[in-house]
């Protein structure tokens, strides 16, 4: 397992998550579903999601998360067993219900269930004892691994209607996000979404089956929202001064002219090194490095005083001192005013967030960087806050199709003409606007819309079987 720098692996995975979420559910495009009739369960919160309360342990998931490899080195190691394994996760369900098909290792089903019902997912990341970007996630990669299997069993149960056992399955994978997402990076939050967004496909699958459980309440049990990134985003604010600590009293410290100009040069070639890892060197040569402080210097200076440092203080200061003080200040302003956006919810927030992230563009291009360092590290708030969305977006997107069920199985079979005469159970709002989803029905079919996230919209057409 390639064990990646965090900072690489958040840019690696903003880049996969929208194809990650589009193979999960093709956003963009069409898809096709029919349904069955199915009350909700009785009793109402008979079938989970998650483990069951009574059957959790006080345990860290973390720990059997590493058994599972470790105990099962043959069934890992076997490239072609495991790609075998991974067709099925696409396979038609007839297929898989003829014969006999490739199942999970007892021990591997017995330590993924087992760390589905810890209480906790403690990654024990070294947050505040390594340089923050270069944090190592080789366990919470292997996740992703997990949850994939796990989906194709689910699907492998759906397809042969063990819906008891599908949903033993879909607790495991839908807990693995969970705690994927536990850990305090962002990194954390993307794969749990992802794995979620692994489940969630074979949920699909399951509603549709013809004597399938009603999942409504199941769904509705789901946290809003369904990762929470906030100590995540407190982790990534104090990135920089975790990463360099000496950054944390550079107003206050004491070095000698050279010092500072060292202390600078080695800041913006580690920083230099983490955004644009394969660009050449020359633009952190120390020649270069001091050309772009004495470019810069005037306008630093300007800023300090205007901010209200006295002039003679700021006089006395060397030239290094005074780029990086102004360096942090700006990246705290810019990293506050586009940080400050995640807290609010997208329908409330986006014209906020839009113009925070263009005066983070702009910061470099119009000078407002000395050192660029705010626009070359900050995480794009906008792509994280889209995704924790949409998959909020995808949960109520399945409890809206799931109360379609319900409604028809009051009324003959039949598909609602609008989603307010569905009155057995509430129908979801959209995550990212509050507001009904799109619904209309043409002839005998449904058209379920999302809102657009990203340049992407859900976009389902759902029919009734017929009895």
């Known amino acids: 397992?390639?064990?990646f720098h965090l900072r690489t692996a958040c840019f690696l995975l903003l880049a996969?998550?929208?194809?990650?979420?589009?193979?999960?559910?093709?956003?963009?495009?069409?898809v096709r579903l029919t349904l069955h009739p199915a009350a909700e369960a009785k009793p109402a919160l008979k079938y989970q999601l998650l483990p069951p309360f009574a059957d959790r342990i006080k345990e860290n998931a973390a720990v059997y998360y590493g058994k599972v490899t470790a105990e099962q080195i043959p069934f890992f190691s076997n490239k072609e067993l495991l790609e075998k394994f991974e067709k099925l996760r696409s396979a038609p369900l007839d297929e898989l219900r003829k014969g006999d098909v490739v199942q999970l290792p007892r021990t591997v089903r017995y330590h993924l269930e087992r760390a589905a019902r810890c209480e906790y997912c403690d990654w024990q990341l070294p947050l505040r004892e390594e340089p923050f970007y270069e944090i190592l996630l080789p366990d919470l990669q292997q996740t992703r691994e997990f949850a994939r299997l796990l989906a194709t069993q689910a699907r492998i149960q759906i397809a042969r209607g063990q819906f008891d056992d599908a949903i033993k399955s879909l607790q495991s994978g839908f807990a693995i996000g969970q705690h994927a997402a536990a850990g305090e990076t962002i990194i954390n939050g993307l794969v749990g979404i992802a794995v979620s967004a692994v489940m969630c496909e074979q949920v699909t699958q399951f509603?549709?089956?013809?004597?399938?459980?009603?999942?409504?309440?199941?769904?509705?049990?789901?946290?809003r929202p369904w990762v929470d990134m906030r100590r995540a985003l407190e982790a990534e604010m104090n990135a920089l001064v975790?990463?360099?600590?000496?950054l944390r009293d550079v107003e206050k410290a004491q070095h000698s002219p050279d010092e500072w100009r060292q202390i600078l040069v080695r800041f913006w070639q580690k920083i230099f090194s983490l955004a644009a890892p394969n660009q050449p060197g020359a633009?952190?040569?120390p020649e270069a490095v001091t050309a772009l402080c004495l470019r810069g210097f005037p306008g630093a200076k300007a800023r300090l005083i205007g901010q209200g440092m006295p002039q003679d203080k700021v006089d006395a200061m060397p030239v290094a001192q005074v780029v990086l003080?102004?360096?942090?200040?700006?990246?705290?302003?810019?990293r506050d005013d586009?940080?400050?956006?995640?807290?609010i919810p997208d329908s409330e927030g986006a014209a906020g967030l839009s113009t925070a992230e263009a005066k983070l563009r702009a910061a470099a291009t119009e000078g407002r960087e000395v050192l660029p360092v705010a626009s070359m590290l900050l995480p794009a708030i906008g792509a994280v806050r889209a995704r924790i969305t949409r998959m909020d977006q995808q949960i109520a997107e399945l409890r809206v199709i799931e109360a379609l069920r319900i409604h028809a199985a009051g009324h003959e079979g039949q598909l609602p003409k609008q989603l307010s005469d569905v009155t057995a159970v509430t129908v979801p709002l959209d995550p990212a606007t509050n507001k009904p989803f799109e619904y209309r029905v043409e002839g005998d079919t449904a058209h379920l819309q999302g809102s657009e996230l990203s340049g992407r919209r859900s976009n389902y057409e759902i029919k009734m079987a017929r009895p």
């Open 338 to 343: 586009l940080c400050k956006w995640f807290y």
């Open 283 to 285: 633009a952190t040569a």
């Open 207 to 223: 509603i549709q089956q013809p004597d399938a459980p009603n999942l409504y309440w199941a769904l509705t049990m789901l946290q």
């Open 325 to 334: 003080i102004d360096t942090m200040r700006t990246f705290e302003e810019l």
């Open 1 to 3: 397992m390639i064990a």
């Open 16 to 30: 996969l998550v929208p194809s990650i979420c589009a193979a999960a559910q093709d956003d963009d495009q069409v």
């Open 242 to 246: 975790f990463t360099f600590p000496e």
